[in-house]
């Protein structure tokens, strides 16, 4: 048993720190740590740092369950066990510079009163997701120097997350999941790929703190405030592009609606229009060979196949001899385009019908 295991065993300790070069040593000879350490089930703070040879940590971990820190710092881990992820009691927990690639994507829905997650220096792509039911206590995330390009939405309900480093990642476009965090106060988003900074950033009330140096931003005047490390002068002229977006969003919006309303009541007026037409239109019917006498329907053959269904209107009593009656005519003609009279696949409109008139004769042509 290694003497620091054996000495928290005996008097009853809390807690146990084994680091440096002297537990280096041990891996290297022994190839594991002491097995002991997992039967301390008293101890609610351990650390185990600047270990070099610690690869990785045996399940047996998941037995310290009383456990509220946990510190795994500067080792050369490559994967979590899964047992970490059950001990309910932790409030404090560092992996950071180690060389984890991936966590479980539910690996903190168990940790439910956890505060502090620390993965700074990690090879991480993605970030695991939060919930939450089993993460409201979360206050503090440091995610700096992984290779995240992205992260999973944030519930929005995590009241107390105040502080998030993500400096030093690989994010081209600023994670939108961060602008729902209304309890934010500090956020740091350095040496990233960014060229824009949402102006909703500025909504964020209760956020003092904000850094996203050394990032290839467009905006050069913000950029410059940025460098200068003008922190009020950045929100606040962040604040003026996010009011001016919303002026222009307004106004787009009631040209939107007012664009719709007049097409609305321009729809409604054609349909009124073209149900004063339909109620004026009687249908014919001749049912004697006699009742065709003295009126006849020219057809030309070449356009039946192309309009199959006919309109022919029966014109009485209109004086056509004055000048410019026939001129009224065509232009009610004109008035009344595109009403529809049929109910045919293919519905023929007063448009499409070209009338001439004679004492004996009517013609419908298209």
């Known amino acids: 048993m290694w003497p620091e295991?054996?000495?928290?065993?005996?008097n009853h300790r809390y807690e146990l720190i084994l680091s440096g070069d002297k537990i280096n040593k041990r891996l290297e000879e022994e190839n594991e740590l002491d097995r002991s350490i997992w039967t301390l089930e008293r101890i609610n703070f351990l650390e185990i740092s600047q270990c070099p040879l610690l690869y990785d940590l045996p399940e047996d971990i998941g037995k310290l369950k009383n456990l509220s820190t946990l510190t795994l710092t500067s080792n050369n881990l490559k994967k979590l066990p899964d047992q970490i992820k059950y001990l309910e009691n932790l409030r404090h927990l560092n992996l950071s510079n180690n060389q984890l690639t991936k966590l479980d994507d539910q690996f903190f829905f168990k940790l439910n009163h956890l505060e502090t997650i620390n993965l700074t220096n990690n090879l991480l792509e993605e970030f695991p997701s939060l919930s939450y039911e089993n993460n409201k206590k979360l206050a503090i995330i440091y995610l700096s120097h992984n290779k995240l390009e992205?992260?999973?939405?944030?519930?929005?309900?995590?009241?107390?997350?105040?502080?998030?480093?993500?400096?030093?990642?690989?994010?081209?476009?600023?994670?939108?999941?961060?602008?729902?965090?209304?309890?934010?106060?500090?956020?740091?988003?350095?040496?990233?790929?960014?060229?824009?900074?949402?102006?909703?950033?500025?909504?964020?009330?209760?956020?003092?703190?904000?850094?996203?140096?050394?990032?290839?931003?467009?905006?050069?005047?913000?950029?410059?405030?940025?460098?200068?490390?003008?922190?009020?002068?950045?929100?606040?002229?962040?604040?003026?592009?996010?009011?001016?977006?919303?002026?222009?969003?307004?106004?787009?919006?009631?040209?939107?609606?007012?664009?719709?309303?007049?097409?609305?009541?321009?729809?409604?007026?054609?349909?009124?229009?073209?149900?004063?037409?339909?109620?004026?239109?009687?249908?014919?019917?001749?049912?004697?060979?006699?009742?065709?006498?003295?009126?006849?329907?020219?057809?030309?053959?070449?356009?039946?196949?192309?309009?199959?269904?006919?309109?022919?209107?029966?014109?009485?009593?209109?004086?056509?001899?004055?000048?410019?009656?026939?001129?009224?005519?065509?232009?009610?003609?004109?008035?009344?385009?595109?009403?529809?009279?049929?109910?045919?696949?293919?519905?023929?409109n007063i448009s499409d019908i070209f009338l001439t008139v004679d004492s004996n004769r009517l013609n419908a042509r298209y």
């Not at 295991?5 to 005996?10: F, S």
């Not at 005047?221 to 950045?234: F, S, T």
């Not at 053959?301 to 309009?307: A, D, E, Q, T």
Request: charged residues 25%.
């Open 5 to 10: 295991v054996e000495q928290a065993l005996l």
């Open 150 to 348: 992205k992260l999973q939405d944030f519930p929005q309900q995590l009241e107390n997350l105040s502080y998030m480093d993500l400096s030093s990642n690989q994010f081209k476009h600023f994670p939108n999941t961060i602008l729902q965090l209304n309890s934010l106060k500090t956020l740091f988003i350095d040496s990233n790929q960014l060229t824009d900074i949402p102006p909703q950033l500025s909504q964020l009330h209760k956020l003092k703190e904000i850094r996203f140096k050394s990032n290839p931003l467009k905006d050069n005047r913000l950029k410059k405030l940025m460098e200068q490390d003008k922190i009020k002068a950045v929100l606040e002229y962040l604040s003026k592009q996010w009011q001016d977006q919303q002026k222009l969003i307004s106004s787009t919006t009631t040209k939107t609606k007012t664009h719709i309303i007049k097409q609305q009541q321009e729809q409604q007026g054609e349909i009124k229009s073209n149900e004063n037409i339909q109620d004026k239109i009687e249908i014919l019917h001749f049912d004697q060979p006699g009742d065709l006498k003295g009126k006849q329907i020219t057809i030309l053959p070449r356009v039946v196949n192309v309009r199959p269904y006919i309109l022919c209107c029966i014109v009485r009593n209109i004086d056509l001899a004055t000048p410019g009656n026939l001129k009224k005519f065509l232009n009610i003609q004109c008035l009344n385009n595109g009403a529809s009279i049929f109910q045919h696949s293919e519905a023929a």
